[in-house]
């Protein structure tokens, strides 16, 4: 990868511009504000012609990794190809134009893509209805702990402040919790990476308010004991969430309201193959189970405003753009193709597993869903670190995987495929992670050094947190 | 059936469940108990061809009402410049995750950078994040971290001239967490600086919030705000339009601690409302309490100047239930957007899009009082944005707009009717409605 040092101001100059705009004959321009509610000098934005913009920002593009650059096996991310077609629907101009506010009789199509979109969630995850509204997986989480906790608060249970995390869970759990004002309570996991049971039976009283769960679980491992697990928190009187950080292995096979989930989110931004978009925007749809319809949020598909619901968590409708993207992906799906989505990204991750676990270490030896963990590297004498192994991949072209996460182990390297990786490209990648094994064990120095093939390497994060400079202005 | 999105050959899938050592598709789920397989046929339309698909949308356009915007109320008709779209739409930007990797994520962390020092720039103070997911969110999550900063105090103060839809996110969030949120009372049309003194006297006060611009388009004066706060031990946030403050007073220069809202109005188009955009910036002390990533500088191995996400040990990631928020994904392409709109347009086009919506807004404030339906409801300053009262029945008046293809007169909480004007509305569109409305009796 080529270095490209500009930032956007370092290419301003005074009296350059990059727009066009008509020309007014109005009467008035802003300067008639009076001068106490006006600045005093003009915002120091960069001034630059529009070819140096485009070329600026295309250098900077130069300087990335997307999925389209190659493969992303990056866990619990669900980094699968973005079709194209989602990406022209998203900007045809009418939808584009349409102004958030707008009666209902105005915007019938939108209106009616929300409830398709909602019903077709409902029918893959075995949910009674959906909110649309929340913005991005954790917010999701929030929405739905609201949801969890309104309905214990209507029914005057007040006491139920407690809810349910597994040491294993996505770290946006325990803190969605937190902003909700719910206490966390951790429940182990056994050595397979199962929620421990007993343990659970010890926690559960009249405080909990829920569990949260991620089934399959950031270990890549099916609950088996679900069904026993929801049997014990519903008789607590708590609720089950389910994080659907990792519903794509279940896609086609599995719904969470069958498993006894009462509220859920969807990460579409994962699961439905809209972009990222190197971190956003994404949706996180909440669904319900039917005793939890009058709490969804507003504002509500159905037009109501029941005294249940949950409040209000966004400004409108949610990222509309995405929703449109995600439903595209659905529709494309449909009955037939939905049923192979999950059982091929279980397929990839088992066999990206197979064929490493004799050179990285494998702690949990099973049949995995989308994604597993091995811990580092097999042969522990070389001093070569799981950091090292990712940051190695980056030179031939991959980019890593996720690291140090489930901290259930201390060299965590989580790996997940996604359906849409061909075995050629799973290939090339298990030919690379035994090479770099190979390499660790003849060259650990050189192994330790890397990346050496990308634009920077290895910068310095504790200088950056030291001296923090997060503006163009603070840069000596 | 071969589908365009998977790869898989039958033979593929034949060696790789050797390799995995199953034997069928099947047995990968044999640790799912059987009763939770779902074998039942999935309640989805058939799968359909990108023909259509693309019918099914443009079916869905045709039945929305295109109309010609006249309003705003937290979502803004700004003109995108063509070179945005083109540069947000690569994929280099668009398919990749959150810049963990920050050797092959300079992209993404460069332009992060750009945003949050334009973020600064605009609002008159020391540090911005990487954004938020929308204004109101941003209101919400910067009276979480003034209770944070406090420490002590649970109570924050919410103007009640800010959007509706703000104060009710806010509400939301507070009411689950544990926080008791007022309301400042309004006189003539403002935040009373009287009301907030006396609320503020208890001395239990973690925060305020008051709009820069408020639900009427009224331009608030907070002369004396700042030192209201501060003496009351208080924190000072100001929610702002950002499009405005090329021209307006920053929250910095009001001596606000916080600045927040929606960066839609810099050029992302209305999208029925996402995605947009929220920004959070703060005085340089509480940079460690702001929510959600944050890029820094620094230098690589070699010495290079390289960008990173930094301050992690704020985040939920890292600090689990004591993280300052939950947020992870952000709004980040929406981010690039509005940094490559502000890229483009400088100080002197930001101006001109403010001078453009000003007289256009005006122009439209005087006609409408002069065909005598209408009148002033605040004789106050606005920019692009205002409120009237109509002796017309406001809700016929909105309807018969709708009708004539406009959406405007939008109908307030109070029953006011509510206009906006931005630089993409021409002089014959505004004529336009003015006519109609001249026919309305």
């Not at chain 1, 050496?452 to 603070?474: F, G, I, Q, W």
């Amino acid at each position: 990868m080529k270095y490209y040092d500009k930032l956007i101001f370092e290419l301003s100059c005074e009296g350059r511009c990059g727009y066009t705009l008509p020309d007014a004959d109005w009467a008035q321009t802003s300067d008639s504000i009076p001068d106490g509610l006006k600045r005093s000098a003009a915002p120091g934005l960069p001034q630059v012609s529009e070819p140096e913009v485009v070329r600026h920002y295309t250098n900077l593009s130069d300087m990335n990794f997307g999925v389209d650059t190659g493969f992303y096996p990056l866990g619990s991310c669900t980094m699968k190809y973005n079709p194209k077609i989602n990406e022209e629907i998203a900007g045809m101009p009418g939808f584009k134009g349409i102004h958030p506010l707008q009666p209902r009789s105005t915007v019938r199509g939108v209106m009616k893509l929300y409830g398709d979109l909602s019903s077709a969630l409902c029918a893959i995850t075995g949910m009674a209805g959906f909110t649309l509204n929340p913005f991005a997986g954790a917010h999701g989480e929030l929405t739905g702990l609201m949801i969890m906790r309104r309905y214990h608060i209507c029914r005057g249970d007040m006491k139920r402040t407690r809810v349910i995390v597994p040491d294993s869970a996505h770290g946006t759990n325990p803190a969605s919790a937190a902003v909700c004002g719910l206490d966390v309570v951790q429940v182990n996991s056994l050595p397979d990476g199962t929620i421990d049971v007993d343990h659970l039976k010890t926690l559960l009283d009249d405080t909990v308010a829920g569990i949260m769960m991620t089934n399959p679980n950031t270990l890549g491992l099916f609950e088996t004991r679900i069904e026993e697990i929801a049997d014990l928190v519903h008789g607590c009187g708590g609720l089950l969430y389910y994080d659907g950080a990792n519903m794509n292995p279940l896609l086609g096979v599995v719904r969470p309201g069958d498993m006894g989930f009462d509220i859920m989110h969807l990460n579409l931004h994962k699961t439905f193959s809209t972009p990222h978009g190197g971190g956003g925007p994404g949706a996180g749809p909440v669904g319900v189970a039917e005793h939890l319809l009058p709490y969804l949020p507003l504002p509500r598909i159905d037009g109501e405003k029941p005294d249940e619901c949950a409040g209000r968590v966004s400004g409108f409708m949610g990222n509309f753009g995405v929703l449109m993207k995600a439903y595209a992906y659905i529709l494309m799906l449909g009955r037939q193709n939905i049923r192979m989505a999950g059982p091929l990204a279980t397929l990839n991750a088992n066999y990206i597993k197979e064929s490493l676990k004799d050179c990285y270490r494998l702690p949990i030896d099973k049949v995995c869903k989308h994604e597993f963990v091995f811990d580092g590297l097999a042969d522990k004498s070389t001093g070569v670190t799981t950091l090292d192994v990712a940051k190695r991949l980056l030179d031939y072209g991959f980019h890593a995987p996720t690291v140090y996460f489930p901290l259930l182990f201390h060299q965590s390297i989580m790996i997940e495929p996604t359906e849409t990786e061909s075995r050629e490209t799973l290939d090339a990648f298990i030919e690379v992670m035994r090479k770099i094994a190979e390499e660790a064990a003849a060259d650990p120095d050189m192994v330790r050094s890397a990346p050496h093939n990308t634009s920077v390497r290895r910068p310095d994060e504790t200088a950056a947190a030291r001296h923090p400079v997060l503006k163009y202005r603070d840069l000596a | 059936m071969a589908f365009a999105y998977f790869p898989h050959t039958p033979d593929d899938i034949r060696r790789m469940l050797q390799r995995s050592g199953v034997s069928s598709i099947d047995d990968l789920y044999s640790d799912v108990p059987e009763k939770f397989r779902f074998r039942q046929e999935y309640d989805l339309p058939d799968a359909m061809s990108e023909m259509e698909v693309r019918r099914y949308f443009e079916e869905l356009d045709r039945a929305d009402t295109r109309l010609t915007v006249f309003c705003g109320a937290g979502a803004y008709d700004h003109y995108t410049p063509s070179a945005v779209g083109y540069i947000v739409s690569r994929s280099e930007f668009l398919t990749a995750y959150t810049p963990y990797q920050a050797e092959i994520s300079q992209g993404t962390l460069r332009y992060i950078f750009e945003f949050q020092s334009m973020m600064c720039e605009l609002t008159g103070l020391d540090c911005a994040n990487a954004s938020m997911y929308d204004g109101a969110t941003s209101a919400a999550e910067v009276l979480l971290m003034c209770v944070a900063s406090s420490k002590k105090r649970k109570k924050v103060l919410v103007s009640s001239t800010l959007l509706p839809n703000v104060i009710d996110v806010v509400r939301t969030y507070a009411s689950y967490h544990g926080v008791e949120s007022g309301t400042v009372a309004a006189i003539d049309g403002v935040t009373s600086r009287d009301s907030l003194e006396a609320m503020l006297a208890a001395g239990d006060v973690a925060g305020v919030l008051v709009p820069g611009i408020n639900r009427y388009g009224i331009i608030e004066d907070l002369s004396g705000f700042a030192d209201a706060a501060h003496s009351a031990g208080a924190l000072l946030a100001v929610y702002s339009d950002p499009s405005s403050l090329a021209v307006l007073k920053t929250p910095g220069e009001w001596g606000a601690d916080i600045a927040c809202g929606d960066a839609q109005s810099l050029g992302i188009p209305l999208s029925f409302g996402g995605p947009y955009v929220g920004f959070l910036a703060c005085r340089k002390d509480l940079m460690r309490k702001l929510p959600g990533r944050i890029v820094g500088a620094t230098a690589d191995m070699d010495g290079k100047r390289s960008f990173v996400l930094t301050l992690q040990a704020r985040e939920q990631h890292i600090r689990r239930e004591k993280a300052t928020s939950n947020i992870c994904s952000n709004q980040s392409l929406m981010a690039l957007f509005v940094t490559v709109y502000l890229s483009l347009m400088g100080p002197d086009g930001l101006k001109k899009v403010n001078d453009l919506s000003y007289g256009g807004a005006h122009y439209l404030h005087d006609r409408l009082l002069a065909t005598g339906k209408f009148s002033e409801v605040f004789d106050r300053p606005f920019l692009k944005e205002f409120v009237l009262n109509t002796s017309l029945d406001p809700e016929k008046l909105q309807q018969a707009l709708l009708d004539a293809g406009f959406f405007a007169a939008l109908v307030t909480e109070e029953g006011y009717v509510s206009f906006c004007v931005t630089e993409r509305r021409t002089r014959e569109e505004i004529d336009a409605m003015l006519d109609v409305i001249r026919l309305l009796g």
